[in-house]
């Protein structure tokens, strides 16, 4: 089947992580669906520009986000491409489709007073546990790393000598975070209590582990970032990728070059650095609000 052999292309020359792949699948898949289901067009037949937009009218009917369309969108052209590209089609659907218009939203993030009120005032479970829990967090604000990166981490990661990070970031892609002597600290205090549990099996190379001492699962990591995080902000969302929102947030507001924070955070381009600038500058307007005689 062509968007089996278009996935593996995926997998194999783009380095496509899991989560990417089986989201692509899903949209492929149901885009086929569609036009056989609600089209009622044969199996033979191939896709045109009118198919696609008849697609999109009905996702869009359904209220759903124009960012996930887009995803929808993307998806569609990349398959189309490859098809051409294999000479497997002579005509690209997709070709004058085009994106819809998403409202830009702001980066939800914590403030600084709330980052403090967690590392310095809530209190975590003693040993094990508790230490791992508060590490997880320390790690996602001090380094802005991305929930499966830190699932992934290895002790062999971890560079205390030179104080970096190694970071497989998307698409395999490889790169270096500092971190401080604090968090030095702190992971040393972690990988001493991790040596101290007596659990079978427990994995020697991840750097975190749970409970039974496999790696964790995205959906714990996710309930520990929302539990702690409601303890000190009233933010909607709560979720692992608050913390990255944050550390970029606050770096740029205490004057961290862009293009530093766009390394760190693994971007391939600056303009998905560049959305945190608002926040920024909604402090810049605050400022001279206070401070112009005439404002």
Excluded: C
Excluded at 69 to 84: D, H, P
Excluded at 179 to 206: C, G, H, M
Excluded at 226 to 244: D, G, Q
């Amino acid at each position: 089947m062509a968007i089996d052999t278009f996935i593996d292309y995926l997998r194999k020359e783009k380095r496509y992580s899991p989560h990417s792949l089986s989201s692509y699948k899903n949209d492929l898949s149901q885009f086929y669906f569609f036009m056989k289901d609600e089209l009622q067009l044969p199996d033979n037949h191939k896709p045109e520009h009118h198919d696609v937009r008849s697609w999109i009218v009905s996702l869009m009917e359904k209220d759903l986000n124009p960012k996930t369309v887009n995803r929808k969108i993307t998806a569609l052209r990349s398959y189309f491409k490859f098809m051409k590209r294999e000479g497997l089609i002579d005509y690209n659907p997709t070709q004058k489709i085009t994106a819809l218009k998403v409202k830009k939203q702001i980066p939800n993030f914590a403030n600084e007073p709330d980052m403090e009120q967690l590392f310095n005032e809530i209190e975590f479970e003693p040993g094990f546990k508790g230490t791992r829990d508060k590490l997880v967090l320390e790690i996602f604000y001090s380094t802005g790393m991305r929930r499966a990166e830190l699932i992934n981490l290895k002790i062999s990661d971890v560079n205390f000598y030179n104080r970096e990070l190694k970071v497989l970031g998307k698409r395999n892609k490889e790169r270096i975070i500092p971190f401080t002597d604090k968090l030095a600290a702190s992971i040393k205090v972690y990988l001493s209590e991790k040596q101290k549990q007596n659990i079978e099996n427990i994995n020697p190379d991840l750097l975190f582990v749970n409970d039974k001492g496999k790696k964790m699962a995205e959906k714990f990591v996710y309930s520990l970032a929302n539990k702690y995080l409601s303890l000190v902000t009233t933010i909607e969302k709560r979720s692992p990728h608050v913390f990255r929102h944050t550390f970029a947030t606050h770096m740029l507001n205490n004057g961290a070059d862009l293009n530093a924070i766009k390394e760190i955070l693994g971007h391939a381009n600056l303009s998905a650095t560049q959305i945190y600038t608002h926040n920024t500058i909604e402090k810049l307007k605050s400022i001279y609000k206070q401070a112009h005689p005439r404002a």
